[in-house]
């Protein structure tokens, strides 16, 4: 009789395999309940001091949290207007594999790194400030926004493609019309994401002198002013959130106006 | 047969090598009437009509229309030539996220430029025109209604009011009461044949019902294997003959 269920014997030895290495690295790395519990006491300290949190630099504070919102929002815009052009060219079902081939290699560069490391290189290159970090974030952008934008196209119907092809219309106007609205909503997805994504990870390129609240932050933990990076943190915490809801009104600018509310359905 | 609108002269093609779809097709489509062309499912038809406006590159043979073989343009000239062929798609293929307006004018592509139709900037006349093509196909007040809020058999009026907005010399039809129902079918036939008629333009639509084909078509041709293998009258079509398009006798008592 033949088993109903044939064993995977790949997969039980990737299981074994993969068990032995996470004991192995954990014992490499000491990673041990005895040494948790020691950091625990000290983490106990250290919370202690942060509370309660006081602002003693409100000017640093405000001026930081305000170059990290323009570097975000800077980082997006560019990102968004450089990543639609080359996620075009990215997408295989639209282009010839000389168009496809230079974009996805870009793409693939552009998500290479993380934003901290292409930072750093962006300070040695044009100099501490928050252009650094404008243009580090611009290229995270381009690499997230640019991939998805192709992988959309890619999925996109091509009915309605041969459909405004058939009409005789150029190039530029198969995009426009046959393309485009297919893809709309989800890219306003991917710029919101990626709005918020940049407001968060502006907060961190200061770290290492790209500019925004993250130097700040820095130098605070640094002096020990632990109550002051407290602040640092609440504050970071509630541009997030007026980040979140700056993005939810944008969707809902280019979104909701646009869809077909259900009420509107007409069925014969 | 010189005043033909359409001539096809032994059209071939094979998307694998060795396996013509096509083998041979020679058709003359006059300047006007309604052509239906019938057939099993995979005998072609549908290529058929995709090597005319070239949405499928043939493999071989000649589509004169308008004074040029269609079969040889590309770029530019192809799309000018485009331009005068009107299309209708069984899934009515239109824009789905834009508005019925927009995918009526959509039918105008060819003429306005990128930017302009981009800015929705169209020229006054295919506005108004658009407008009276809505009322025309039964869809008054539609116009800012997004194409995806439409039935079945109003997508394809709207996919009908876009071909026709192009002014064109020839409308194509392939399957377009296919995802219809049977009230539905009969009245978006009566519709083709009509606007057909209007505009002289002839108009060639595939089907898969023979009684519709039969009740719209000034011609029938019938399609078994990549050949013809009929052309004439709805009154030609007897039983043999149906028997010979479509294979088996079983279905026919």
Redesign the interface.
Known sequence: MSAAFRPNWWARGGWIALAIYVVYAASRLEFTWARFVTGLDNGARFLGRMFPPIIAQPDTLVSGLVESLEIAILASFLGIVLALPIGLFAARNLMPWWATWPARALIALCRSFHPVIVAIVFVKAVGFGALAGILALTVASIGFIGKLFAEAIEEISPRQVEAVRATGAPFASVIAYGVLPQVFSRFVGFATYQLDSNLRNSTMVGIVGAGGIGGTLFAAFQRFDYDFVCAILISIIAMIMVGELLARWVRGVFLERRAGRPSERVDE | MTDAALQIRGLVKAYERNRPVLRGIDLDIAGEGLTAIIGPSGTGKSTLLRCI?R?VDPTAGEILFDGVDLARLGGKAL?????????V?Q?Y??????TVM?NLL?????Y?S?LK??LRRYPQADVERAFELLEKVGLHGFAG??A???????RQRV?IA?AVM?RPKLLLADEPTSSLDPK?SVEIMQLMRELGREHRVPVVVNMHDVGLARRFADRIVGMSEGSIVYDGPGAGLDERMLERIYGGEDWLQ
């Open positions: 406006n949405l799309r000018r030539a485009r331009r005068h062929i009107g299309m798609f899934e293929n239109l824009v789905e996220r834009l927009e959509s039918g105008r592509l060819g306005v990128p139709a981009w209604q997004r995806d809020s439409l039935s079945g058999g109003q996919g876009r192009q539905t």
